[in-house]
């Protein structure tokens, strides 16, 4: 035999020997208080021998129909019940029927005349102890009813050893740590106990149960398990204990009092929490490095409701960025605040949240507080918060970025214009020269021609300009028509400065 099939054996007649010993149920003159139920609707033989048997030390209940019988057995406890099988209404082999329902165990003698023996053999096919033809002896009655009282406990027993057989192999087998603990010590503890704790069965039986516990939570174990025992407490409880390697555990628990080897003991259930503590610790060095992230982080941090956009909670950048205070943005949704300079755009990215559960880098546009409208480049993924789908969202300011890449824009669009001013230019030139020579030969032949000296003026102004385009260098502006402005020939060609910058 395995150490493991004495330990199931001591636990099965431990709890075994909660109950009636097999020497105590055959030993039926020692208990007299005998429950017994009498259903006959003959009252005044009902009352006599009602009184007959109490003054044996009977406890005895007296009824006077089948349905009576049924209602006293459902609402009392008997051991032994004599029915009468001829009654009108429900009759003895019905009740019985009936009563084995509710109470198996109850033993049950019929009653019957002479005339009725066949229906007495059918009542013992339904389960019957015994059956007696009226009239019968008192003597024979009583010898009957101790016989029939045996008979149940026989059967108690029976039971009670096939359920202490289920539970203490339940009791190895299971997966959930157990443990009996009897004056403050363990009496029996399971595999799994041992295994959680690495400890072998020697190490702790007949051991105070307080040894294993870490030395700060004792207090707390005791309080705990004490309002359990008293039907103070219903949820389980969490401690530490000290495996015997030394490593700590945390452990969640419940405790219940029960008889073990005929004496109050209390039941405990024992359950390695470690692995989901250390998870959850995890989980709250996460939370609070995300909480400090969430709060000092120079980017918008944004959690707001999916659907509507409504602020559940922002960041210090954000309220710094935008100039709302926090009591006017919380409860509050981005379209009443008018966050979102093009709302159509919240719109579009909602349905991609919906179908990717996520959205980079989106490049957007956001009403400040005062009317300004400033560049963001917007991210967002889709979290479970409370019940309620909703987004997280991290935002970057890059208004001065989009400004100086529109600047640079502007300055390569201007690049190319001017190449091509000067490259029309250089063009120009070539006729122009042409006209300057007919010019020039038509002023020798009339030099007082104030026609031709007011062209040949024009056309030195057309000169300047084509070389003034030849020459620009950088991209300087003067200011031109409602603040407009327009390029300055002269000094970005560097007519009247010293110096020159390249554009």
Aim: net charge negative.
């Amino acid at each position: 035999m395995t150490d493991l099939d004495n330990r199931e054996g001591r636990l099965v007649d431990g709890l075994a020997g909660s109950g009636t010993s097999r020497d105590q149920s055959l030993s039926v003159k020692e208990s007299p208080d005998i429950r017994v139920l009498l259903i006959d609707d003959e009252e005044i033989l009902v009352k006599y021998l009602s009184k007959r048997l109490e003054r044996e030390g009977f406890a005895v209940k007296a009824v006077f129909s089948g349905e009576q019988g049924l209602e006293a057995a459902a609402h009392e406890d008997f051991d032994v019940v004599v029915v009468d099988l001829k009654m009108p209404g429900m009759d003895g082999i019905e009740m019985q029927q009936e009563l084995k329902k509710i109470k198996p165990l109850v033993q049950v003698i019929v009653l019957t005349g002479h005339g009725a023996i066949d229906t007495a053999l059918e009542s013992g096919k339904q389960g019957a102890f015994s059956y007696l033809i009226k009239p019968t002896e008192y003597s024979e009655l009583v010898k009957t009813i101790k016989d029939a009282y045996g008979k149940k406990l026989e059967l108690q027993q029976a039971k009670l050893m096939k359920d202490a057989e289920f539970f203490g192999s339940m009791f190895i087998n299971s997966p959930i740590g157990i443990y009996i603990v009897q004056d403050g010590k363990f009496m029996f503890m399971n595999p799994e106990f041992l295994r959680i704790g690495g400890y072998l069965e020697e190490d702790l039986l007949g051991k105070d149960s307080f040894q294993i516990v870490l030395p700060e939570d004792r207090e707390k174990v005791r309080r705990c398990a004490v309002e359990m025992l008293k039907g103070e407490r219903r949820s389980p409880y969490e401690h530490r204990v000290v495996t015997k390697d030394g490593e700590i555990r945390w452990i969640i628990e419940t405790v219940t009092s029960i008889q073990f080897k005929g004496r109050r003991s209390v039941l405990g259930f024992f359950m390695d929490h470690t692995e989901h503590e250390r998870t959850k610790q995890a989980l709250d060095i996460s939370e609070d490095k995300f909480r400090k992230a969430f709060r000092s982080s120079p980017d918008w941090f944004v959690i707001s409701t999916l659907e509507d956009g409504f602020y559940i909670d922002v960041n210090e950048a954000f309220l710094r960025a935008t100039g709302y205070t926090k009591d006017e943005v919380l409860g509050r949704t981005s379209k009443e605040l008018g966050i979102w300079a093009d709302s159509h755009i919240r719109d579009e990215m909602v349905r991609t949240l919906r179908e990717k559960g996520a959205v980079r880098n989106l490049e957007v546009e956001f009403r400040m507080k005062s009317g300004e409208i400033r560049n963001m480049l917007w991210s967002a993924e889709v979290i479970d918060y409370g019940d309620e789908k909703c987004l997280i969202a991290v935002t970057r300011d890059i208004t001065d970025r989009h400004r100086a890449q529109q600047e640079r824009l502007r300055r390569e669009k201007l690049q190319g214009v001017l190449e091509t001013a000067a490259a029309a230019c250089h063009e120009i030139n070539q006729p122009l020269q042409y006209i300057f020579l007919l010019l020039d030969e038509i002023l020798d032949k009339d030099p007082e021609n104030e026609t031709l000296k007011e062209i040949k003026k024009q056309y030195d102004r057309i000169k300047g300009i084509t070389n003034k385009f030849e020459n620009i260098t950088v991209y300087e502006t003067t200011d031109y028509i409602k603040g407009e402005k327009i390029i300055d020939l002269d000094r970005a060609s560097g007519k009247g400065r010293g110096e020159s910058q390249e554009l």
